[in-house]
């Protein structure tokens, strides 16, 4: 494999991933963020695959004259959002986490890190998602384990902008979750989704996939709905 993404970065870059595995590790046992704690994994499993869009994105703001705008809903200790605050200064990044604890985590990353580019907010993201404030206004929306395609399709797409993009790390049974995914991402205003493998070295982290969908029409007012309509069943079923 050629460089790593981690090895691609610049040495203040990595000195404030460094920083924030030092965070993690300490407030791990009290918040209870991540079962992953050896450093090696922590480099791979959380900082390298967070990176895995990192060439879209770069590719993405070279081709716009607005300071591009992400979100990542879901966020836990703050993967992907804040390890991608570090590494593209230029870009707003936004981070929504419901677990209030796991958010006041994420500010003191931003804080210790100076992440200047970037924003926590502790709130449901499906209720930020009706905010006029944010409404339709994101470059992307990330998210990574949070849930179905269905589902986080349901809770972002409505804070993606006409022209970006809805991008969810997955892994192979997302084959099946598409089987209904495709539905909810057309009835949100998305194209067909598109699947590309990625990488990072760990080599047993299996078969790594980003799903990526071009948001094509503005969202129906009506969506997202409530929770616990979402759960009872999916849009798209
Ligand atoms: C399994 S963790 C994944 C954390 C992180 N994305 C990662 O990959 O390490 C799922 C997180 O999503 C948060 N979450 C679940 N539903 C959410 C929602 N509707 N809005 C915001 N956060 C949500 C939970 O509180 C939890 O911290």
Redesign the pocket.
């Known amino acids: 494999m050629g460089k790593t993404r981690l090895e691609s970065l610049s040495e203040e870059q990595r000195d404030k991933l460094d920083m924030f595995a030092k965070l993690l590790t300490e407030h791990n046992e009290r918040l209870n963020l991540?079962r992953i704690i050896e450093p090696e994994e922590i480099k791979t499993r959380?900082f390298e695959d967070s990176l895995a869009p990192l060439e879209m994105l770069r590719e993405y703001q070279q081709n716009t004259d607005r300071l591009p705008a992400l979100v990542?809903?879901?966020?836990?200790?703050g993967?992907?959002a804040l390890v991608l605050a570090a590494v593209l200064p230029d870009w707003h990044i936004v981070s929504?986490?419901?677990?209030g604890k796991?958010a006041d985590f994420q500010q003191i990353v931003v804080e210790e890190l100076q992440l200047m580019n970037a924003e926590v907010i502790s709130?449901?993201?499906?209720e930020i998602s009706r905010e006029p404030e944010y409404r339709e206004t994101f470059d992307f929306a990330l998210?990574?384990?949070?849930?179905t395609v269905s589902l986080v399709a349901e809770?972002t797409g409505g804070l993606v902008r006409r022209g970006g993009y809805f991008l969810s790390?997955k892994g192979p049974k997302v084959d099946d979750e598409l089987k209904t995914g495709v539905k909810t991402l057309k009835i949100m205003g998305f194209d067909a989704p598109e699947q590309i493998s990625y990488e990072t070295s760990d080599e047993e982290a299996g078969d790594l996939r980003l799903v990526r969908a071009k948001k094509i029409k503005k969202t129906p007012d009506k969506y997202p709905r409530e929770?616990k309509y979402i759960k009872k069943k999916h849009l798209g079923m």
Do not use: Q, W
């Open positions: 991540t959380h990542d809903i879901g966020s836990g200790g993967f992907p929504i986490e419901a677990t796991k709130d449901r993201a499906e998210n990574r384990a949070v849930g809770i790390y929770f």
